[in-house]
Nanobody, 123 residues
Framework: QVQLVVSGGGLVQPGGSLRLSCTGS????????MGWFRQAPGKEREFVAA????????YYVDSVKGRFTISRDNAKNTVYLQMNSLKPEDTAVYRC????????????????WGQGTQVTVSS
C-alpha cells in the first residue's frame, strides 16, 4: 500500500501562486506515474496534470497550460504542482494519485490517492 501525503494548499488572491507537494511513503516511488486532480463542490473530479515515472513526460488539462507546472523529485519521493496566475475557477480540493496509467487523465487508472488539500482563490 502506498501512502500519499499532500500539503501546500491555502487561500490566495487571484494572480497569486501556490505550490502543492505530494510525498509517498514507498521506496518504489519512481515506479509510479503521478497525477493531480481537483474537485469543486457539485462537480466531477477533474484531471489537472500528470507526470510519467521518469519525469520526462508531462500532461495538462487545457485550462491550466502555461500556468501550472508538474514536476517530481524521485530522490525525495515527491511530486509537485506549481500553480501560478491562479484564477477563482481554480478553487477546488486538489488530490494526488499514483498508478501506472496509460491514459493519464482517467482517475480510474490511479491505484492510490492522497487525502487532498483545499485551494481557494479569492480576493
Amino acid at each position: 500500500q502506498v501512502q500519499l501525503v499532500v500539503s501546500g494548499g491555502g487561500l490566495v488572491q487571484p494572480g497569486g501562486s501556490l505550490r502543492l507537494s505530494c510525498t509517498g511513503s514507498t521506496r518504489t516511488f519512481s515506479n509510479y506515474a503521478m497525477g493531480w486532480f481537483r474537485q469543486a463542490p457539485g462537480k466531477e473530479r477533474e484531471f489537472v496534470a500528470a507526470i510519467s515515472r521518469s519525469g520526462d513526460n508531462t500532461y495538462y488539462v487545457d485550462s491550466v497550460k502555461g500556468r501550472f507546472t508538474i514536476s517530481r523529485d524521485n530522490a525525495k519521493n515527491t511530486v509537485y504542482l506549481q500553480m501560478n496566475s491562479l484564477k477563482p475557477e481554480d478553487t477546488a480540493v486538489y488530490r494526488c494519485g499514483a498508478g501506472s496509467p496509460r491514459d493519464f487523465s482517467n482517475r480510474n487508472n490511479y491505484a492510490y490517492w492522497g487525502q487532498g488539500t483545499q485551494v481557494t482563490v479569492s480576493s
